[in-house]
Antibody
């Protein structure tokens, strides 16, 4: 079954870091970028960045530059997103999503179920 | 960053209705526009890519149109399963920004 399985909910204190995992199955992990998108409760979707699982190349939204790191472990088909210096503003559901390219068009055709990260003192 | 603005923010409709949701980009994005549906507590699901291409498995009552800066998502003959929140997203340039969402409610 083609799917992305994410790690479980996290509770962190302000200033801490969180690392969320996203395990791919049912397709070749290195064939597609993995993107990370977050959503605060009742809010819209915010794209954080992408990672190419083959090369390890990454691209981050400027808002998260210096605070986010996206990595991978190809041997277990898993992508990771680590966010540091957490504040309450980072409380959100974090999604990983597979990027798919058709001609020159990009879209996210497969999503994980999301990981709730709560930041509270 | 490219700003994406959806209208309306919320919409009430009945089963069987036809609804149109619009999305406007702050600059031209050609046809680099995707639409997603999200239900409460669930991840978004892709409906339309490249402005007008229907994702595999998505019912044909969903359609998309537009290019440049103005786009529409049309849902013909609303079904109970269609009541959800809809987001547009541009993939013309990074960061890949989303609209704020349109909540479609049952009248």
């Amino acid at each position: 079954q083609v799917q992305l399985v994410q790690s479980g909910a996290e509770v962190k204190k302000p200033g801490a870091s969180v690392k969320v995992s996203c395990k791919a199955s049912g397709y070749t992990f290195t064939s597609n970028d993995i993107n990370w998108v977050r959503q605060a409760t009742g809010q819209g979707l915010e794209w954080m960045g992408w990672m190419n699982p083959n090369s390890g190349n990454t691209g981050y939204a400027q808002k998260f530059q210096g605070r986010v790191t996206m990595t991978k472990n190809t041997s277990i088909s898993t992508a990771y997103m680590e966010l540091s210096s957490l504040t309450s503003e980072d409380t959100a559901v974090y999604y990983c999503a597979r990027g798919w390219q058709w001609l020159t068009y990009w879209y996210f055709d497969l999503w994980g179920r999301g990981t709730l990260v709560s930041v509270s003192s | 960053d490219i700003q994406m603005t959806q209208s309306p923010s919320s919409l009430s409709a009945s089963v069987g209705d036809r609804v149109i949701i619009t999305c406007r980009a702050s600059q031209t994005i050609n046809s680099y526009l995707n639409w997603y549906q999200q239900k409460p507590g669930k991840a978004p699901q892709l409906l339309i890519y490249a402005a007008s291409s229907l994702q595999s498995g998505v019912p044909s009552r969903f359609s998309g149109s537009g290019s440049g800066t103005d786009f529409t998502l049309t849902i013909n003959s609303l079904q109970p399963d269609d009541f959800a929140t809809y987001f547009c997203q541009q993939s013309y340039s990074i960061p890949y920004t989303f609209g704020q969402g349109t909540e479609l409610e049952i009248k």
